[in-house]
């Protein structure tokens, strides 16, 4: 009988070392997904998060993840795919409920949209991130309720990621002066995250604030040097004023 004992202590333990493997794999994983979203990296969130789903189908932020991930990319057929998908493995998620209205809205099916994130806030729990999507098809819609959504979302969540993807949604709609608005909580919220400066910037470029531009794109590559994309803009704005002071310079002379 021992030796019995002693022989399946080995597998015991293997089994035991698998499982922590796979969850300390899953963990790096959600955080790496994490990370790159919040560095704007939508496409190598997506992978990450399909890698933790790869490992565990029943992690439901992940699913959701893939849903918005898919939507920051403008993949929304797809990301309407994927949401009714995972709906069908949790159906009781008010959050996947909530992505699957996200998707609708941005190909323009409206009524199916608030259907369904009336639907979502009717469910159990609460997050920020049904009050968004709700704030994005008012906004849709060009309703001054969405003002209202998009502050219930910060209460429900004071990460400055909810003020920076808000700011994201109105930029996506041309509301570029409100975008700026949330961009600017993003940023007392995170005041060190590159990525909340960058889209302040963007915001401020097309708002022809090139000044202020400059100076956000600026503060997110002190942040993160190797921001390509800040360095880009920079040259635009460099370009842009090359121009002006060539148009300027014929005029005088």
Not at 39 to 59: M, N, Q, V
Not at 213 to 222: P, Y
């Amino acid at each position: 009988m021992s030796r019995f004992k002693r022989l399946e202590l080995p597998d015991e333990e293997s089994a035991q070392n698998e499982l922590t493997l796979q969850g300390n794999l899953k963990s790096d994983w959600a955080r790496q997904a994490d990370d790159a979203r919040r560095a704007g990296l939508y496409e190598s969130a997506l992978r990450l998060y399909s890698r933790c789903l790869e490992a565990d189908k029943s992690l439901v932020t992940a699913w959701c993840g893939q849903v918005q991930m898919l939507i920051f990319l403008e993949e929304y057929p797809e990301a309407e795919l994927w949401s009714k998908k995972a709906i069908e493995l949790f159906p009781g998620s008010g959050d996947l409920v909530a992505s699957h209205a996200h998707s609708l809205s941005r190909q323009n099916k409206r009524a199916d949209a608030m259907g369904a994130i009336d639907k979502a806030l009717a469910m159990t729990g609460e997050s920020a991130y049904r009050w968004t999507v709700r704030g994005e098809i008012l906004t849709a819609r060009r309703s001054n309720l969405a003002s209202d959504c998009f502050d219930k979302a910060r209460l429900a969540d004071p990460d400055w990621l909810t003020s920076a993807e808000i700011g994201l949604i109105l930029l996506h709609y041309s509301q570029t002066s409100r975008a700026l608005m949330s961009l600017r909580i993003a940023i007392e919220n995170g005041p060190d995250a590159p990525y909340a400066w960058y889209l302040k910037g963007l915001a401020e470029q097309r708002l022809g604030m090139t000044g202020k531009a400059r100076e956000s794109f600026q503060t997110t590559l002190e942040l993160n040097p190797q921001h390509s994309d800040s360095l880009s803009r920079l040259r635009e704005l460099d370009r842009g004023e090359g121009k002006l002071w060539n148009r300027l310079r014929r005029l005088w002379s």
